[in-house]
């Protein structure tokens, strides 16, 4: 494939294009001051370098006039002299004959070649440096192989695109996108200037449950080995070595790379019961870190096996259950399509007695939904994927759910606001990790902003970790307005204890005062083949205030850092070694203090390395924003 070097410089000229338009799109002048103007320049003249590179390559062979449409403006065409509007237009020709070859190319080998010849030539040498047998890197270019394939194909080397990018064809259609500080200022029309009450000390106090993270995995199996060359362990018989030296995980799991069995689901649900909640959250992740190897119709199984063994004790006293997706919901995980019928009317069947009519058959069509608990409380569960940095069929999608999502929730929250109604968001993704595009982030915000008397808090997970985070207004980054609760996960993956949480909510106003971070003692659990789960600790006391109500003190004044990181990691012995890590006390600062991924970014200023945070970057770029 001759053509295949120029790919390569197809993809750089891309990526360039889209880091260019990020900066300029996304950022204020003081903002771009502010950031490194070095790396920008270096983006700049690259994409001006690939440009001419590309445009010299497909007119190369052409020795007539130096064609630079760009230096001229396009309306006057018609005005030009003869020769050059002809040349142009043979040059227009020839680009996208050009594009069509490259495609001819892609069509005759097929994706399915191109990726089998990957999974020959680099599974291999891939396995040595990750470590990981040759069959993980395989099961991962099997599963999304095809989708960054297509969708980088279908969206970059399209003739229209990029003819009209180097200049060689007219701009036929003129993209208009959506800037979420517009959407905002619109937004924020008609906000109510709306305190919220105060706590009657003597009102009756609610109790809510949230798990989250859950990664139940059916191969999980006592005695199985702790030490394997694939994402999880614990699913594998050991080797006799392994034996020896006692690397076999307990009856409850094992604190490192491993998810969870039944027996700790179980134990989880006795302890959980026996403090008699009133209802339950339920915020995604079902399925284990199983992404090489895993299948959709697993997914279902694995979630209906957890709903039975929950229904067991919660139903006999009819505790209302609240569920939203994860982003393990979805096999291959995040990558939710535009037509993901299969996969949400199968999660919809599983979940069935936890809606009502209207609520499962908009679940069922978009995996989001809202639902009454009681009279003042409605829930609204979120469909995360349709947000996810790490969902690649986003690079090539309308973003047409996510769209139709922000003009659902609006309305829902109108609703809400009109027959006085408080509100709760389940949302899988926090708002400012490195999976929700600051894109949605922004639009949660200006909707957070606009609703703020009626949304009384956010509940998230996925992170498996332990935060809270401050929402702070769209245009005044110094006014908080809300609390977005990220609660630890239940599973051990990745090096962590497992973990469940109690708020305890003033029933009349539905605000969230306090809670319990209960954890499990795997040691002594497996020790003693019993389970042992305890209070971690208090919110307010943790956080030193009367009641969660005092966020502003909370996000401003807090400053036990290291006991915050061990948090994080809910008590583990990893926790305990990197908890003095400054580096780590300075990413819990800002995940504290930010409202989404780019201010994340820009706060944390992490050295760029192959991780989720540099995945987040480039997806951001690539997915873009809105288009109108
Ligand atoms: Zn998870
Ligand atoms: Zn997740």
């Not at 309306?75 to 490259?102: A, G, M, T, W």
């Not at 993956?493 to 106003?509: G, Q, V, W």
């Not at 290291?562 to 580096?583: A, F, I, M, P, T």
Request: net charge neutral; hydrophobic share 30%.
């Amino acid at each position: 494939m001759k053509e295949m070097p120029l790919l390569i410089l197809f993809i750089f000229f891309n990526l360039s294009i889209s880091t260019n338009l990020f900066f300029q799109w996304r950022l204020t002048d003081s903002e771009i001051d502010q950031l490194n103007k070095e790396s920008i320049q270096l983006f700049k003249s690259n994409y001006d370098l690939y440009k001419k590179m590309i445009k010299n390559y497909i007119t190369r062979n052409d020795k007539s006039e130096n064609i630079d449409t760009s230096s001229k403006n396009k309306d006057d065409s018609q005005e030009e002299e003869p020769n050059l509007y002809l040349s142009r237009y043979s040059h227009c020709l020839k680009c996208v004959s050009f594009i069509k070859s490259i495609k001819d190319v892609k069509n005759k080998y097929g994706y399915t070649a191109i990726y089998e010849n990957m999974k020959k030539n680099a599974c291999p040498s891939i396995k040595q440096f990750l470590k990981m047998d040759e069959d993980v890197c395989k099961g991962f270019i099997d599963g999304y192989g095809a989708i960054v394939l297509e969708n980088f194909f279908s969206r970059y080397i399209d003739s229209h695109y990029l003819c009209e990018k180097v200049d060689l064809c007219p701009v036929l259609t003129q993209k208009k996108f959506i800037n979420p500080d517009s959407y905002a200022e619109k937004v924020l029309v008609g906000k109510k200037d709306k305190k919220r009450e105060n706590i009657n000390e003597n009102g009756k106090r609610i109790k809510m449950l949230q798990i989250t993270d859950l990664h139940l995995d059916p191969k999980f199996k006592e005695g199985h080995s702790t030490e394997c060359k694939k994402p999880i362990c614990c699913r594998d018989k050991p080797n006799d070595n392994q034996l020896a030296e006692g690397k076999v995980v307990g009856k409850y799991g094992f604190e490192g790379k491993c998810d969870i069995g039944e027996d700790l689901f179980k134990s989880f649900v006795d302890d959980a019961f026996a403090r008699n909640v009133d209802f339950v959250i339920w915020t995604g992740d079902n399925a284990p870190h199983d992404t090489w190897e895993g299948s959709q119709d697993g997914v279902f199984d694995i979630s209906r096996r957890l709903k039975n063994m929950l229904d067991e004790k919660f139903k006999t006293k009819n505790i209302p259950v609240f569920y939203s997706l994860g982003n393990h919901e979805k096999y291959p995980n995040d990558a939710f399509h535009d037509e993901e019928n299969y996969m949400l009317e199968n999660m919809a069947k599983v979940y069935k007695d936890y809606l009502n009519e209207e609520a499962y058959n908009t679940f069922k069509k978009y995996g989001y939904y809202s639902l009454k608990y009681s009279n003042n409380l409605k829930i609204i569960a979120i469909n995360c994927l349709v947000c996810d940095s790490f969902n690649f069929n986003l690079f090539n999608s309308t973003k047409m759910h996510a769209k139709k999502m922000f003009n659902w929730l609006e309305n829902e929250l109108k609703k809400a606001e009109k027959n006085n109604e408080y509100v709760y968001i389940l949302d899988h993704f926090p708002l400012n990790g490195e999976f929700t595009l600051t894109e949605c982030a922004k639009r949660f915000q200006a909707l957070f902003d606009r609703y703020e008397y009626n949304i009384r808090g956010i509940f998230s997970g996925h992170t498996h970790r332990d935060d809270i985070e401050g929402i702070t207004s769209y245009f005044d980054k110094n006014k908080i307005i809300n609390l977005n609760f990220v609660a630890p996960q239940l599973t051990t993956y990745s090096s962590k204890l497992p973990s469940y949480r109690i708020y305890t909510i003033d029933d009349e106003t539905k605000q969230v005062l306090d809670y319990e971070q209960y954890r499990f003692d795997l040691k002594k659990s497996n020790e003693e083949k019993k389970p042992y789960w305890y209070l971690a600790y208090k919110a307010s006391e943790f956080y030193g205030v009367k009641n969660l109500l005092e966020y502003n003190n909370i996000i401003n004044n807090f400053n036990k850092w290291e006991d915050y990181v061990l948090n994080q990691y809910s008590g583990s012995e990893h926790g305990k070694s990197v908890s003095r890590n400054l580096e780590k006390q300075k990413f819990a600062k800002c995940v504290m203090k930010t409202n989404n991924f780019d201010e994340l970014f820009k706060c944390y200023n992490p050295k760029i390395g192959m991780d989720f945070i540099f995945i987040s970057v480039i997806s951001n770029f690539l997915i873009g924003p809105f288009e109108e």
